[in-house]
């Protein structure tokens, strides 16, 4: 052998060897793509032999396709040896070896150039890197559990690489954020949102504290997001390795703790309210062991009802303070509170330390407070609320009385009114004759009308009684010479002065004294003064009127030498139905309301009455009136005989008294009228359709078919449209002239009905026709 064949020999034995040793497989061929060399490792992942293999086509020897899609995949070498580059294999490649096992491989391919540049062959080196797959799969399987994991975490969680970008965010990051993952992969974490994650104390976090620390936890951030609004966020941040490249990452953990903030707030808001209140509340608050029921803490005020100290409370039960009668109805209690969570005592009896007994009501809880059984006693004192209950069932008896008493008053005042009415009538009709009268029977006319009238108003004053005391009495204003109201009320008074054979002495001032004053209402104030004197004044007893000018002021005095009045009762001799002692046969008569009448009816002149008595040495009452100037003379009107009606109407008057019903078709049939009774309900509807009056004069209270229901039925009918409908009935409350508007009466007359008032309505019919 040459010594040029022997360099040759070895320099392809050290080849061979070097081939040989390495770890990667490894295959040349020639230029036709014959096998010509296999390393082990190459025959190994093959499963041919040198000799076997040895000339064989590299397709035959070292067969792949893709891992996926199981098709052949073009050989590296081929196209090596076919371009002259080196080639890589493509990804995901199986080799198949000869005994058909697969295993995924990497490998290259290089072509072998002679002398002459000119391609004689290729070497192939691939290996097996199924380890490195298993490997991949386990970290890929590791990632994709951790990344559900975090997928699936309620709180946001940011993936930052060193630089701050984030590599990955969860889906809760999203949602909460209000961002997608196009907006956040990859964006530097301050970009984030517009910028909305540019937070000063999370860029101190993640520059300054992170770096130097391998992590941190609970850090507290709050911040105003434009998209969230203000929130209060808590960070937690850990450095770690990466599981394949081992860079390093950063996990960052975002929780919002805002609502647990504020809800941490509300809670101690709430502890300082009720700590507030529990300090400040006027009840007494106890707090039990609810094993033991001991007092466990007691408000300032539980102090305060017991006289206890607060120290003094503590450890004790609640029949050792004074609730509850003994140990053993307190246990009883306890027990009871056990079982139920719940007892309550309306009235339950307490002595504090001084030995006093107060009222208490008693509510005790048993509830949870911190997972933990709490017993809390309320004690409250209804000393007070005791009192007002009492007062409000007094008020309460009181209103029920005043009730009955404006029911009998309305009662009493219509059936008074009913006989009132056909005297009034009567009176009218004596007007009509006025020109053959003699003078006794014009003063006996003028007596009867002038005490009719008064009449009239004492029985609208009882209907008003329970009026009186809120001054809604209607007062008719005029100037009047107060001499002539005293005139009248001495003449009113005179048979019962003179019945009691009573000496009265009247005096009175020769120059007018003028008052802007109802004049009935002062008569009535006179009247009443008179009345009481002559009742409580012994027969043949002296009565003292006196009327002066004072100043400015009208003084009226009325004395008397009758029994006095107690100094019990002159204090409140005003009050309504205050009376003196009376004997059993009711000498003085009277209802009490005389005196109270007189001095609401004073006060709403703006005058003031005044009562001056001792016992068994009679009485004086004062009354003090504001005067006004004298007013222009007047030339009183004569008296005319009535005149015939220049259109006679006609009536229906319905009334089931006979008497206010006959007198009152005689008096409107002597004012040229055409009249027609009827004494019903039913009586009257069937007259009013067979008649057709201009104007019916109806009574409420009918038999058969009351006033209301007889004008609904007449409202009803055509023909009658026109016809005017007048209640005239003894009630005269706001509530009865509602229901007359109700029932479409037109207008509302009460007893005795007034001449003028009635002759007004009658020429505003007869205007119409």
Avoid at 566 to 595: H, K, M, N, Y
Wanted: hydrophobic share 40%; with cysteine.
């Amino acid at each position: 052998m040459s010594q040029q064949e022997e360099v040759l020999y070895e320099q392809k034995e050290w080849l061979r060897v070097t081939l040989s040793s390495i770890g990667d497989a490894v295959i040349t061929t020639d230029a036709q793509s014959r096998v010509t060399f296999l390393n082990p490792a190459a025959q190994t992942l093959t499963g041919w032999t040198q000799q076997e293999a040895d000339g064989k086509p590299l397709g035959e020897v070292f067969r792949i396709v893709n891992e996926e899609s199981r098709q052949p995949v073009e050989n590296p070498a081929v196209r090596a040896l076919r371009e002259g580059l080196v080639v890589g294999l493509a990804n995901h490649t199986l080799l198949t070896s000869k005994d058909g096992t697969e295993r995924p491989i990497d490998d290259s391919a290089a072509p072998i150039r002679n002398r002459n540049g000119e391609i004689a062959g290729v070497v192939l080196i691939f290996r097996d890197i199924s380890e490195r797959r298993r490997s991949e799969r386990a970290v890929q399987n590791a990632l994709d559990f951790a990344e559900s994991i975090i997928d699936t975490l309620r709180e946001p969680f940011l993936v930052l690489d060193r630089d701050l970008r984030v590599l990955g965010a969860n889906r809760s990051f999203h949602l909460v954020f209000q961002v997608t993952q196009e907006e956040t992969q990859s964006r530097y974490v301050y970009e984030l949102g517009n910028r909305q994650w540019d937070i000063p104390r999370l860029r101190t976090l993640l520059e300054d504290i992170l770096p130097q620390n391998h992590a941190f936890q609970d850090f507290e951030v709050e911040h105003e997001f434009p998209n969230i609004g203000r929130r209060i966020m808590l960070l937690n941040a850990r450095r770690v390795r990466g599981l394949s490249d081992s860079r390093e990452l950063i996990l960052l953990a975002i929780e919002d703790i805002t609502e647990r903030r504020h809800s941490e707030a509300r809670i101690e808001d709430s502890e300082l309210r009720y700590r507030k209140l529990f300090e400040t509340a006027r009840d007494g608050i106890l707090l039990l062991d609810a094993d033991t029921g001991k007092i466990t803490e007691a408000n300032p005020f539980m102090s305060e009802i017991l006289g206890y100290a607060p120290e003094q409370l503590l450890g004790k039960e609640l029949w050792e303070i004074g609730l509850f009668q003994d140990k053993a109805s307190s246990q009883a209690a306890f027990r009871q509170l056990q079982e139920r969570g719940y007892i309550r005592y309306d009235h339950l009896p307490l002595r504090s330390a001084d030995g006093k007994q107060v009222d208490v009501e008693f509510v005790s809880n048993l509830y949870q407070a911190d997972h933990q059984p709490v017993i809390q006693c309320n004690i409250r004192d209804i000393t007070e609320r005791r009192q007002l209950e009492w007062a409000r069932a007094q008020a309460q008896a009181s209103a029920d009385l005043h009730r009955r008493k404006d029911e009998f008053l309305a009662m009493l005042s219509h059936e008074l009114r009913n006989p009132l009415a056909p005297i009034l009538n009567a009176v009218q009709l004596l007007r009509h004759h006025v020109g053959s009268e003699t003078r006794i029977q014009e003063q006996a006319r003028s007596i009867i009308e002038r005490q009719v009238g008064l009449l009239r108003a004492l029985v609208d004053e009882l209907l008003e009684v329970s009026r009186i005391t809120t001054g809604r009495i209607r007062l008719h204003y005029e100037n009047v010479d107060m001499r002539g109201v005293v005139d009248r009320a001495v003449e009113s008074v005179r048979p019962l002065i003179d019945k009691r054979r009573h000496r009265l002495t009247v005096s009175l001032p020769a120059e007018p004294i003028w008052l802007h004053a109802d004049s009935t209402r002062l008569e009535q104030v006179v009247v009443n003064l008179l009345t009481n004197a002559a009742k409580y004044t012994d027969e043949s007893g002296r009565i003292a009127l006196i009327l002066e000018r004072e100043s400015d002021e009208a003084v009226l005095r009325v004395r008397d030498t009758g029994v006095g009045i107690a100094p019990d009762l002159l204090p409140r001799i005003f009050d309504l139905f205050t009376q003196a002692e009376r004997s059993l046969d009711r000498a003085q008569g009277g209802l009490g309301v005389g005196l109270t009448v007189v001095q609401k009816l004073v006060e709403m002149h703006r005058g003031k009455v005044e009562a001056y008595s001792a016992l068994g040495r009679g009485s004086e009452f004062v009354v003090r009136l504001p005067v006004v100037p004298p007013p222009g003379h007047k030339r009183q009107a004569p008296v005319e005989a009535a005149q015939p009606p220049a259109h006679p109407l006609h009536v229906l008057v319905v009334d089931d008294n006979v008497d206010q019903a006959d007198s009152a078709a005689l008096l409107l049939r002597m004012s040229g009228h055409e009249v027609r009774v009827a004494y019903s309900g039913p009586a009257a509807l069937e007259a009013a359709i067979e008649y057709r009056p201009d104007i019916v004069l109806m009574d409420i209270g009918l038999p058969g078919m009351d006033g209301y229901e007889v004008a609904r039925h007449l409202r009803q009918q055509p023909a009658l449209k026109d016809t005017m409908l007048v209640a005239v009935t003894g009630y005269g409350q706001e509530s009865d002239r509602r229901r007359s508007q109700e029932a479409r009466f037109d207008h509302h007359l009460v007893k005795p009905v007034n001449p003028q008032e009635l002759e007004g309505i009658l020429a505003l019919v007869a205007k119409k026709l």
